[in-house]
Nanobody
Framework: VQLQASGGGMVQAGGSLRLSCAASGGVFSAHHMGWFRQAPGKEREFVAAISSSAINTYYADSAKGRFTISRDNDKSTMYLQMNSLKPEDTAVYHC???????????????????????WGQGTLVTVSS
């Protein structure tokens, strides 16, 4: 699948944004999905992930209680609702996909960037203090 992330922008601390990741060219419902982010000079880090059926969701500690990951398989789109944003959330947010048929244990590897074969180009989120 090809992925396109959108929805980033500039927001003040405490504000909210909803990111979208639109998929095309494949069977979206057959893919586990994840959100990662990369701040300048830092490694790409895990934010949240969701299984292909949406039964399981996973969050980084930094995202728990503030971010919500979801997906609409009919629309081939994944979302990340981000509330109570902090300046340290500033980063380029990337969405990644992994076909469920070639990974046996997504639940054990969801937070590794190497789990995901397909990446979108990212969307920039800037949170000002």
């Amino acid at each position: 699948v090809q992925l396109q992330a959108s929805g980033g922008g500039m927001v003040q601390a405490g504000g909210s944004l909803r990111l979208s990741c639109a998929a095309s060219g494949g069977v979206f419902s057959a893919h586990h999905m994840g959100w990662f982010r990369q701040a300048p000079g830092k490694e790409r880090e895990f934010v949240a992930a969701i299984s292909s059926s949406a039964i399981n969701t996973y969050y980084a500690d930094s995202a728990k209680g503030r971010f919500t990951i979801s997906r609409d398989n009919d629309k081939s789109t994944m979302y990340l609702q981000m509330n109570s944003l902090k300046p340290e959330d500033t980063a380029v947010y990337h969405c990644g996909a992994r076909n469920k048929w070639n990974i046996a244990d997504f639940g054990g590897h969801y937070n590794s960037r190497y789990t995901y074969y397909n990446w979108g180009q990212g969307t920039l989120v800037t949170v000002s203090s």
